[in-house]
Nanobody, 120 residues
Framework: QVQLVESGGGLVQAGGSLRLSCAAS????????MAWFRQAPGKEREFVAA????????YYADSVKGRFTISRDNAKNTVYLQMNSLKPEDTAVYYC?????????????WGQGTQVTVSS
């Protein structure tokens, strides 16, 4: 079992930055791929970024490529999402997820989400 707790959300003006964190429980964090998803009001949840268990490979949605960076610190059981040049359309609840493989189509574990609001 993996428990995930997100933090770092908030209100920011367009063009600003935020860094989200996702702290994971358990001693096997380093064996899990991690990802960030988001869900805006009235929309389906969408993929944002993912990182392999080792941290060597990362993947991004086209909409955030070049602006967001996913990273992880296996010693701290934490994955991060650095978000720069934020846009109003980035407003959403952001969720982190974990699975044994980054190639999964159904992530096993989810956090409760953290709200990000970008004002224009």
């Amino acid at each position: 079992q993996v428990q995930l707790v997100e933090s770092g959300g908030g209100l920011v003006q367009a063009g600003g930055s935020l860094r989200l964190s996702c702290a994971a429980s358990g001693r096997t964090f380093s064996s899990y791929a991690m990802a960030w998803f988001r869900q805006a009001p009235g929309k389906e949840r969408e993929f944002v970024a993912a990182i392999t268990s080792s941290g060597i490979s990362t993947y991004y949605a086209d909409s955030v490529k070049g602006r967001f960076t996913i990273s992880r610190d296996n010693a701290k059981n934490t994955v991060y999402l650095q978000m720069n040049s934020l846009k109003p359309e980035d407003t959403a609840v952001y969720y982190c997820a974990a699975d044994r493989t980054v190639r999964t189509t159904r992530w096993d574990y989810w956090g409760q989400g953290t709200q990000v609001t970008v004002s224009s």
